[in-house]
């Protein structure tokens, strides 16, 4: 089955600490995307990436990194630097920008 | 700048009563307007994608329509199973990322 895979279901970060979200795809889609949703506020784009090697910006991406090295696989590290990572967390794949995203089934991050 | 608002962001209904729920959106050349469904702690389902004014698009209980400022979620004889947030979302001429609105919460009673 074709889908959208995000991993851990459920994360723990202590005080000072480094996590990794994992997102993986295979539909064979250009662009990935990370969001995250807190109460109330809609989802707020993190990061997103067009193509291998390569990704922008989004309006929240203090504190957050990301790399691209292949095409099925997009992970999200959650740095020391965000003081503030209790959140829902999801990944997102598209053919294009412009197209509709196939969504994963989330990462709750909460903080220890 | 680009922009989504919907409204109401809560929306409760007796079974069976219609409604309809708002996207109001600014944006630099609309490429698509796209409608998602999400259920607590999961991630959203793809409902519709508009791309013009005039456009009506129906599945089930649920249709939506687009004008050049807003796009309206039309939910007829709404059942229980139907209670979730509704999310609206755009995409632009500039082909940055999909700009979402925050959501209606829809409960739905019997």
């Known amino acids: 089955d074709g889908g959208i895979t995000q991993s851990p279901k459920y994360l723990f970060r202590k005080e000072g600490q480094n996590v990794t979200l994992s997102c993986e795809q295979n539909l064979n889609h250009d662009a990935m995307y990370w969001y995250r949703q807190d109460p109330g506020q809609g989802l707020r784009l993190i990061y997103y990436?067009?193509?291998?090697?390569?990704?922008q910006k989004g309006d929240i991406a203090e504190g957050y990194s990301v790399s691209r090295e292949k095409k099925e696989s997009f992970p999200l590290t959650v740095t020391s630097a965000q003081k503030n990572p209790t959140a829902f967390y999801l990944c997102?794949?598209?053919?294009?920008?412009?197209?509709?995203?196939?969504f994963g089934s989330g990462t709750q991050l909460s903080v220890l | 700048e680009d922009q989504v608002t919907q409204s109401p962001e809560a929306l409760r209904l007796q079974e069976g009563e219609s409604s309809s729920l708002n996207c109001s959106y600014t944006v630099s050349g609309l490429r698509g307007l796209f409608w998602y469904r999400q259920d607590p702690g999961k991630g959203p389902e793809f409902l519709f994608t508009l791309y013009s004014a005039g456009e009506e698009k129906e599945k089930e209980r649920l249709k939506a329509t687009l004008t050049k400022k807003e796009s309206f979620l039309h939910i007829t004889a709404p059942k229980p199973e139907d209670s979730a947030t509704y999310l609206c979302a755009v995409a632009n001429q500039a082909g940055t990322a999909l700009i979402f609105g925050k959501g209606t919460t829809l409960s739905v009673s019997s």
């Open positions: 997102a794949s598209s053919f294009r920008t412009d197209e509709k995203l196939f």
């Open positions: 990436s067009q193509i291998v090697n390569d990704f």
